[in-house]
């Protein structure tokens, strides 16, 4: 409501409060990003990976394609469409360690990308829903993440203590889902202006605010394995449509070539970002 009644000023305060944690905070993020991988791959590739989530007699709910489609489909969200492309081409503008708008920028720029939505962030959501998973399915404690410190303070996850990390979990959760609603939002409004004609006011957003919460409403409320399964299917088809047509509609080869070297440059850049 703050940020609606004097939006300048937020955007002030969020933006030095945000530059600063960056400055003093940065290097434990990209540390603690770096331990949660390397944990998870001892795990994975351990004896604890062979652990089922649940009774050792369980079976999946649903096909490998379909749990892939809805890990995807919440991984992901609206940064496919939107960071997909605003992020690189702002860090070619503004690159960190190179001279900006050069090839050396474009292949900085993508390797920044790789990092954000690679491994590396992938690490950060496998390691979560491992804790909600193991603790919730395997030990029968509550799907929250006061679940996962169990093992650090017992039984006082029931207690103040143990509330505190579930505001704390759905305040981070839900500042993440409306920063990603309100990009998506602004560039839905943006692409029905360019293309339709329709008013990019705010009172548009709004109104493509309710529809797309509504239509997750309603996918929530059909349940995992109709609404949030199908549309998730149907995101990920969708996806690879996209990427298909962009590899065949545009420089085909250029565009794998600059695939293969990036990844190769952000595997090599792997510990330093």
Not at 61 to 80: C, H, K, N, R, Y
Request: hydrophobic share 55%; proline share 5%; with cysteine.
């Amino acid at each position: 409501m703050v940020t609606l009644i004097i939006p300048d000023t937020a955007a002030s305060v969020f933006g030095s409060a945000q530059n600063w944690t960056i400055e003093n905070f940065g290097w434990f993020y990209v540390t603690a990003v770096a331990v949660f991988f390397v944990l998870l791959l001892v795990i994975a590739f351990g004896p604890m990976g062979r652990l089922k989530l649940g009774p050792d007699d369980s079976e999946p709910d649903f096909p490998f394609l379909s749990w892939v489609a809805m890990l995807f489909a919440a991984g992901m969200g609206i940064g496919l469409m939107y960071f997909g492309v605003a992020e690189p081409v702002q860090h070619y503008v503004t690159p960190p360690d190179v001279a900006p708008e050069t090839m050396e920028a474009a292949r900085e720029a993508m390797a920044i990308t790789y990092t954000h939505w690679g491994l590396h962030g992938w690490a950060i959501y496998g390691l979560v829903g491992l804790a909600l998973g193991y603790f919730a399915h395997r030990k029968g404690l509550p799907l929250a993440m006061r679940s996962a410190f169990h093992p650090l303070i017992g039984d006082r996850i029931y207690g103040p203590i143990g509330d505190l990390i579930d505001i704390f979990a759905i305040c981070g959760t839900l500042f993440g889902i409306a920063t990603s609603l309100g990009l998506g939002v602004s560039q839905i409004v943006s692409g029905l202006n360019a293309v339709f004609g329709l008013p990019a006011t705010p009172w548009m957003q709004v109104i493509l605010i309710v529809f797309v919460v509504g239509l997750a409403t309603i996918s929530v409320l059909s349940g995992v394995g109709k609404g949030v399964r199908r549309l998730s299917e149907l995101n990920l088809v969708i996806a690879v449509c996209l990427m298909l047509f962009i590899m065949l509609a545009g420089p085909t080869l250029f565009l794998i070539r600059a695939y293969v070297q990036n990844f190769g440059l952000y595997l090599d850049h792997f510990i330093v970002r």
